[in-house]
């Protein structure tokens, strides 16, 4: 058979339909068998192929990751970024596929929106968490790898406001105990704020490519990225961070609320066992305290609290946390604490 194997690698890839579509223009199908002595014609048309499948996949980066094209960061040897304020080209993204510059590129847009947003692990411990989030969470997301951790990234199907992008990321963190640095920083912005790596170029500071998780070699998370599952505003709006309440209440006997109120306030105990402990409807699992063959944990939603069947006892969410991770009282307050951005 004269079928190009190119053709079949990429059959019912959209991009790759595209780019035989547009070659099809042209007049020469790319996936008609070649007549006798049409080889060196058929080569040629199969680079045609890649450049056509080439460009799309640049531009469909483009139109995933690129919030403003009238300025861009670039990368400098020490890992910071600097705003060069001309236009970004496809002829940019190129370059920093190729690794020849670096791209930083910007959450928000001229007028505040961002189409993103991303959680930055930077250590180990952090991206197990961002690991164990993703596969719980039943929205579409994507691990990428970074120099020390991952960065977890959420499209949304239509631009969103800063701060609602912000607040989603917020919440997330908040409802998985993720300590980690949320994109968009800024709520808004006029200025091009705060930027994040272009994903697939050369890390300056370490010198290398970073993949993203589980979705094969390069040209298969070029293409997925070039066309990523969204986020629909409804799922969005579900996920949205509240400060935490600045009440005028003062306790009495110090003048202020304690941090572990705080955190109690913060978190419910079904919103912190739930990361950690598969409950079934009734807030019941198997207990990750003991070797529990029947499920003997409980959660009781209404009265706000957890307990073992077996013995290894219950209590709020501080309680839990403090077996967890067999910490003191006053340090599991504080590790909460700051996993939920109290101050
Ligand atoms: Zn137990």
């Not at 920093?96 to 510059?101: E, F, N, S, T, Y």
């Not at 499920?295 to 839990?320: L, M, Q, R, T």
Request: proline content about 4%.
């Amino acid at each position: 058979m004269g079928v190009p194997r190119l053709w079949h690698d990429c059959v019912g890839k959209t991009i790759c339909l595209e780019a035989l579509a547009s070659i099809s223009k042209h007049g020469q199908a790319l996936f008609l068998s070649p007549g006798r002595g049409e080889e060196a014609d058929m080569v040629e048309r199969i680079e045609n192929h890649k450049q056509v499948e080439r460009q799309a996949i640049m531009q469909g980066l483009m139109e995933t990751f690129v919030s403003r094209r009238d300025c861009f960061a670039v990368q400098l040897k020490d890992g910071r970024y600097y705003c060069n304020k001309s236009e970004l080209t496809i002829k940019h993204i190129e370059s920093h596929l190729k690794g020849a510059l670096t791209l930083g590129v910007y959450l928000l847009d001229q007028n505040g929106m961002a189409k993103f947003a991303v959680i930055d692990a930077d250590d180990e411990q952090e991206l197990e968490r961002l690991k164990s989030m993703q596969s719980r969470l039943q929205l579409p997301s994507y691990l990428e790898l970074s120099r020390r951790g991952g960065h977890l990234w959420f499209f949304f199907s239509e631009p969103v406001s800063g701060k609602v992008a912000k607040n989603f990321g917020l919440e997330l963190a908040k409802r998985y105990t993720i300590n980690a640095e949320v994109f968009p920083k800024q709520s808004e912005s006029s200025g091009p704020g705060s930027c994040i790596r272009l994903p697939f170029g050369i890390h300056l500071k370490s010198g290398q490519r970073y993949p993203f998780v589980g979705l094969g070699d390069w040209r298969s998370q070029f293409i997925e990225l070039s066309n990523p599952k969204k986020i629909p505003l409804s799922e969005i709006l579900k996920y949205q961070y509240q400060e935490p309440q600045k009440t005028s209440k003062r306790n009495p006997l110090n003048g202020e609320i304690p941090l572990w109120e705080k955190v109690k306030r913060q978190i419910t105990v079904l919103e912190l066992v739930e990361n950690f402990v598969d409950l079934n409807s009734k807030g019941i699992g198997r207990c990750p305290f003991h070797d529990d063959k029947h499920p003997s944990f409980s959660v009781n939603i209404k009265e706000n609290y957890w307990h073992c069947f077996a013995g290894c006892g219950g209590g709020s969410v501080i309680d839990f946390w403090m077996k967890l991770n067999n910490l003191e009282f006053k340090d599991a307050v504080s590790d909460l604490a700051e996993r939920l951005g109290i101050r």
